[in-house]
C-alpha cells in the first residue's frame, strides 16, 4: 500500500497562503486518485480537493476558487496551493489515494495542521 507523507502545515495570518505537499512511496501515475481531506476541530473528515489520474479535478464549494490541487508525476508528489485563508481553514489537512475515486481512499498520511489566525 502507498505510503503518503504530508508537509508544509503551519500558522498563518487571515489573507495569507500555505501550499501542502504529500510525498508518496510509489509512482502517483499508477494512482487512479489522490487529494485532500481535512478535519476541523469537532467535526468530521470532510474531502476538500482531489484529483484523478486523468487531470480531473473537484473542489469542495468552500474552497473553490482559493484552492488549487495539483500532482507532479516527476517527483511522486500531491500538492494543495491554499490562497485567501480565512480562519475557517484551520484543520489538520491530510493527503489520501484511491484505486477508484477518492471518495472512497484506501491510503492516508498522518496529517499536517494548519492554522489560520484572524
Known amino acids: 500500500q502507498v505510503r503518503l507523507v504530508e508537509s508544509g502545515g503551519g500558522l498563518v495570518q487571515a489573507g495569507g497562503s500555505l501550499r501542502l505537499s504529500c510525498a508518496a512511496s510509489?509512482?502517483?501515475?499508477?494512482?487512479?486518485?489522490m487529494g485532500w481531506y481535512r478535519r476541523a476541530p469537532g467535526k468530521q473528515r470532510v474531502l476538500v480537493a482531489g484529483?484523478?489520474?486523468?487531470?480531473?479535478?473537484t473542489y469542495a464549494d468552500s474552497v473553490k476558487g482559493r484552492f488549487t490541487i495539483s500532482r507532479d508525476n516527476s517527483k511522486n508528489t500531491l500538492y494543495l496551493a491554499m490562497n485567501s485563508l480565512k480562519p475557517e481553514d484551520t484543520a489538520v489537512y491530510y493527503c489520501?489515494?484511491?484505486?477508484?475515486?477518492?471518495?472512497?481512499?484506501?491510503?492516508w498520511g498522518q496529517g499536517t495542521q494548519v492554522t489560520v489566525s484572524s
Open positions: 510509489e509512482r502517483i501515475n499508477t494512482i487512479a486518485a
Open positions: 489520501a489515494a484511491g484505486p477508484i475515486h477518492i471518495s472512497i481512499p484506501t491510503a
Open positions: 484529483v484523478s489520474r486523468a487531470g480531473i479535478q
